[in-house]
């Protein structure tokens, strides 16, 4: 046994010091030109024992709209989590917030993966792509630095043994793109996006600006009647779990919610409390410096799953009001120009960007038609799960065909305090609740009884006092560091000059009666 060890070693030594002799006589005594034919005779007939394999190129940017490629992102995500560990190059960015750096791939490097015992290459580069007006890469649609009349365009190619092709495309490739999703809920940083003011001859290509989305507001902070709160926490719970529901009934993925009420009742605070509740972005979309109705649906479209689309104080926004009433208020005699200079004004009131905008194209920035279309149209079922929110003060002054289920599912009114918001708002603010007072130096009796003479103020709706919750929450950040006995009691002298106040007007109005 040892004998044969020994010659098997011997052998092999004799083998390796042939080859060291031909390699040196091959570069002694051939030359040059035929030493590299040599080689490539040697590189195909090595090919021709490998396996042939298959190529997947994955780029950067899509080419037929220059928009990005999630799976270029997924990808990336993927390698730098699960393949760079070993990798003796790898390149970090930290994103802005984001407690960690980020790994991916540099162009013209390749590392490996294995799935289901197949062993495959990812490798990264880089080519220059021609851009212009004609051709399937537009100006502006990649990130990279342009060389000439090019822009940089990235990618990544999957090389696997082709006789693995029907694995890695009906297994491995949706394993990638469901762990990064997964990579994504676990690390992401919600973001505030915004979309940007336009004018003519804007290139529309960054439809959004973004900001890291942290607002403290959640549902146990909100000021609301505890069975409304908890009515409209199962109702989003239940939409963000019916995803099957919905695909077996036919209807897009998607609700629509209209807060109404006062300024000050809290409709900013609970659209925050429905973004962290479902760990959502929010898209905040500001319809004046939307120039036409098909750039309203490139911003719907440009949106991500997974996020609230929110338009504030709409009645404010655009001419949206009831169709009846106007063709009823023209018929009357009004003219159309009036309108027009009516909404012209509202328009450079609310946004002098939109009124100017306007006086260009001579017409308003978009229309109820669009609007529509933009919430319940084709194009809105093209973007995944999505809470659509619209908030105004004044709901009466709105189309009914905005208002219609399908559109608008639930309409949540947020009215003045009330006795149970109060108590919300006590313990967030001065941290009495009905366990007690959190202030040791605080006289129980004291904020008892001036609690219970708040919330009879509050309740008392014949006094006619109505505080919002905003209101209160000011009273209370005015007497922050004097004790919640002492907030407390600038609430109730606030409470009585309003109820105060209601009772002088009622009389007034009731003289007023009797005199005519």
Known sequence: ?????????????????????????????????????????????????????????????DGAGGGPNDLYDSAQLYLGARCLATAPTVRLHKPRQSPRPVASLPDSHTTHDTFRGVRVKWTSSTRTVERGGGGLYPYGAFGGRGHGGGADQRSLELQFPRQHRDLVHAHYIPHVIDEAARMRLKSRERRLYTNRATGPGDDHHRLWTSHAFAHPSTFDTLALDPALREEIRADLLRFAARREHYARVGRAWKRGYLLHGPPGTGKTSLVAAIANLLEFDVYDLELTTVPTNSHLRRLLVSTTPKSVVVVEDIDCSLDLSDRNKKQSSKQGGGGGGDDDAATAAQLAAVSPAAAAAMAVMGRESISLSGVLNFVDGLWSSCVGERLMVFTTNHPERLDPALLRPGRMDRKIELGYCTPPALRVLTKNYLGVGAEGCEDPAADPDAVTGLMAEAEVLLADAAAGVRITPADIAEVFMGCDGAGPAAALGKLVDELRRRRDAAAVALGESAQDTATD
Not at 2 to 19: H, K, P
Not at 33 to 59: H, Q, Y
Request: proline share 7%; no cysteine; net charge positive.
């Open 1 to 61: 046994m040892g004998m044969e060890m020994v010659l098997d070693w011997r052998s092999l030594g004799s083998l390796l010091a042939t080859l060291m002799v031909f390699r040196t006589a091959v570069r002694d005594f051939l030359p040059p030109e035929a030493e590299l034919l040599l080689r490539r005779v040697l590189a195909r007939i090595a090919a021709a024992f490998r396996p042939p394999r298959g190529t997947i190129l994955i780029d950067e940017a």
